[in-house]
Nanobody, 121 residues
């Protein structure tokens, strides 16, 4: 059984920084694209950043220059370094990963349970 577990959320003042982590576990053969999404109350879930297995990255315009996504395939972990945080970054942050397993054989997307990020003075 595959699980994604996020950590690193919390309360931070405007202008501050946080680093989110998302670790995958289970009988994983390969991890493809990994990404971070966020959902604020009353809003739809939106893509924040993603990274492919060959290292290509993509960012939402609202976070370019402030957030950095990275991955450590040996640890099956994706990170999101968030800097210059703004109140509008407040949301529940979710990670998603495209994972191939062999027992049973499947290729599908998995979601984490989410971690709250609150930016407030």
């Amino acid at each position: 059984q595959v699980q994604l577990v996020e950590s690193g959320g919390g309360l931070v003042q405007p202008g501050g920084s946080l680093r989110l982590s998302c670790a995958a576990s289970g009988t994983i053969w390969r991890i493809g694209t990994m990404g971070w999404y966020r959902q604020a109350p009353g809003n739809e879930r939106e893509l924040v950043a993603s990274t492919t297995s060959d290292g290509a990255t993509n960012y939402a315009d609202s976070v370019k220059g402030r957030f950095t996504i990275s991955r450590d395939d040996a640890k099956k972990t994706v990170y999101l370094q968030m800097s210059s945080l703004k109140p509008e970054d407040t949301a529940v942050y979710y990670c998603k990963a495209l994972i191939t397993t062999t027992r049973p054989m499947s290729i599908r997307e998995y979601w984490g349970q989410g971690t709250q990020v609150t930016v407030s003075s």
